[in-house]
């Protein structure tokens, strides 16, 4: 039987991995060191009892965390800096924005930001609106930084690695829901290249579009309608910014039809982006509207009932698929 492991252990390993290949890696971030219980969430359990200082609990100023990992990353350091909660990262945006992002264009490329955010988010769990917000559209529309978000064990080790060994600033997030999700452990040192999609699924209907929560979903919708004989195409972005437009525009010139999903809120979200790309290049190829999948334009409600409500579900996912499958009239 093959070796599994959890979300929670996979970037666990990816951390370990690239502190021990690389001596120039560093953590940082609120009660990250073993003293403090290894993290809130234990991702960093056991390694600053196994790296010492190079494993840094910070006071809790998330500006401080990512300025010093910023000006470690300055002096030939490769920073990992832990902000607890996306939403969080709102206090560090100056940082992150004007300075980690935009240094490379500043210095004339004299000067590189070699750092790794790591935060978690998501919906479901009762956290609130001010613990609960997917914000990777704020910094997919900044220059100079990489988004990433893995929807599979095995993918959050390469990916995480990746980004570890980017000469460029990576926002690196966790979703909250699936962090006890077990799935195949991958190989030692496993690297995934960033800005590369995944075809997890030929299929030659319909292309389903999406990046880690909702992978979940269609891992469980596109088996179920290919028994009825709707072939669904799944294509995993893994990296959000830079977008894999060629991998989208292949898949969806093939079977004609896109549906785009994501946590996050409706408007003004990847899905947009990403359906503007398919109907600028395959207009006059499309079969069907490009439709969007997304949780609602409100604040993540903290009531149980109201969350549910407030998030985007497998069904809406499914009842997309099927929409744009419908016969429609000639144009």
Known sequence: MSETMTFTQAYNRALDEAMAADSSVLLLGEDIGDKEGGGTFKVTAGLSTKYGERVRTTPISEQAIIGAAIGASLAGMK????????????????????????????????????????????????????????????????????????????????????????PDPCLFIEDALTRTVKGP???????????????????????????????????????????????????????????DTDTILASVAKTGRAVIAHEAVRSFGVGAEVAARIQEHLYAELKAPVLRVASKDVAVPFSRVLEQEFLYKGSDIEAAIRQTLEPRAPR
Not at 232 to 241: A, G, K, M, N, P
């Open 79 to 166: 920073p990992v800096a832990e902000i607890m909660l996306m939403n969080f990262i709102t206090v560090a945006m100056d940082m992150i924005v004007n300075h980690a992002a935009k240094l490379r264009f500043m210095s004339g490329g004299q000067t590189s930001v070699p750092i790794t955010i790591r935060t978690r988010t998501g919906a479901g769990i009762g956290a609130g609106g001010q613990h609960s917000d997917m914000l990777e559209a704020w910094f997919c529309h900044t220059a100079g930084i990489k988004v990433v978000v893995p929807s599979t064990p095995a993918d959050a080790v390469g990916l995480l690695r990746a980004c570890i060994e980017d």
């Open 185 to 243: 452990a991958p190989v030692a040192n496993h690297r995934l290249p960033l800005g590369k999609a995944h075809v997890e699924r030929e299929g030659s209907d319909v292309t389903f579009i999406s990046y880690g929560r909702p992978m979940q979903d269609i891992r469980k919708i596109a088996p179920r309608l290919a028994e009825e004989g709707i072939s669904v195409e799944v294509i995993d972005l893994r990296t959000v910014s830079p977008l």
